[in-house]
């Protein structure tokens, strides 16, 4: 199956710092991607959907000022959360979807832990 | 109410046993109902998914959707502790969106 590629796999800031997170599809374009949000022991909850060369569209309640999403190609959408606080901490995933409808269009990375000290 | 309702367990079961997990969704108009698997810090892997309702069944595992009871479930036999994992249920909504379940936390006892 399709690859997408997320780095880092785990990131350690201090609070207040900046943190990019970069999710790349390796072989294949991506028409979207998607990041997600996981807390522990909690369920993956959509923060945004970018499309290539267009604005994010950010879920409800979820600050677009902190979470900065740039999807500059058809294969890298980074997510870069500003000024980090410890209740930012939690798994970062981000996910791809290349052309069509079906659930075997979509592809997800290997997740990216973000400890805020 | 939430779109889409899991049990999240966790459940322990011996090696050879069937499990069953289950959620329940609340919008009649969804149509693409996944389960997918969860290791541990890493993301999510399809395992299947249904369209529409019936069954699907791919080796140990079978997915059902009941969309009279809006019940989706995941059988999967002769469990094995490599299928130790977090289970998600999952609805496809418009525009590549997915909406999950809070994930069922299994383990298989050798």
């Known amino acids: 199956g399709a690859v997408v590629s997320q780095h880092p796999s785990w990131v350690i800031c201090k609070s207040g710092t900046s943190v990019k997170i970069e999710c790349r599809s390796l072989d294949f374009q991506a028409t979207t991607m998607f990041w997600y949000r996981q807390f522990p022991k909690q369920s993956l909850m959509l923060m945004a959907t970018s499309n290539e060369g267009s604005k994010a569209t950010y879920e409800q309640g979820v600050e677009k000022d902190k979470f900065l999403i740039n999807h500059a190609s058809l294969t890298l959408s980074t997510l870069t959360v500003t000024s980090a606080h410890p209740e930012d901490s939690s798994f970062y995933i981000c996910?791809?979807?290349?052309?069509?409808?079906?659930?075997?269009?979509?592809?997800f990375g290997s997740g990216t832990q973000l400890s805020v000290l | 109410q939430k779109e889409v309702e899991q049990d999240p367990g966790p459940l322990s079961v011996p090696e050879g046993a069937i499990v069953s997990l289950n959620c329940t969704y609340s919008?009649?108009?969804?149509?693409?109902f996944m389960w997918y698997r969860q290791y541990s810090r890493k993301g999510p892997e399809l395992l299947m998914y249904?369209?529409?309702?019936g069954n699907k069944e791919d080796g140990r595992f079978t997915a059902q959707v009941d969309k009279s009871s809006k019940y989706i479930s995941l059988f999967i036999r002769d469990s094995q502790p490599s299928d130790s994992a977090t289970y998600l249920c999952?609805?496809?909504?418009?525009?590549?969106?997915?909406?999950f379940g809070q994930g069922t936390e299994l383990s298989v006892k050798p």
């Open positions: 996910s791809a979807r290349f052309s069509g409808q079906g659930p075997e269009k979509l592809f």
């Open positions: 249904t369209y529409s309702s």
């Open positions: 999952a609805i496809l909504v418009q525009g590549g969106k997915l909406i």
């Open positions: 919008n009649s108009a969804f149509q693409y």
